[in-house]
């Protein structure tokens, strides 16, 4: 495996443990900013315009696809957690006047 497949790995991870922390809005401003700094790195350093553009998109994917999981991941134990100590609501709850 190589370099940069390593750092599409780091970054999923990556974004899954800022999901546990960070809100969305902020999480989506900073990947922005990494990825724009990623990419001016790239085209300074001398990379070929599609190749930095190719792995800027990719780290962008994975970071994004790390925190969506997460959450995802979470809004499934909550609402398993959710469905296992489900109340009756107001509506369905027995009361004490006959219906009409």
């Known amino acids: 495996m190589g370099i940069m497949a390593w750092a599409v790995v780091s970054a999923f991870v990556i974004g899954a443990l800022c999901a546990v922390r960070l809100p969305i809005l902020i999480f989506t401003l900073l990947v922005s900013v990494m990825t724009v700094a990623f990419a001016l790195t790239g085209i300074v350093l001398g990379y070929a315009m599609p190749t930095v553009l190719m792995w800027s998109f990719l780290l962008l994917v994975a970071l994004e696809a ?20 489900r109340e009756a609501s107001p509506l369905e709850a027995t009361s004490k006047y006959s219906p009409d």
């Open 66 to 85: 790390g925190c969506a999981g997460m959450n995802g991941l979470f809004f499934l134990l909550y609402a398993r957690k959710r469905v296992a100590k």
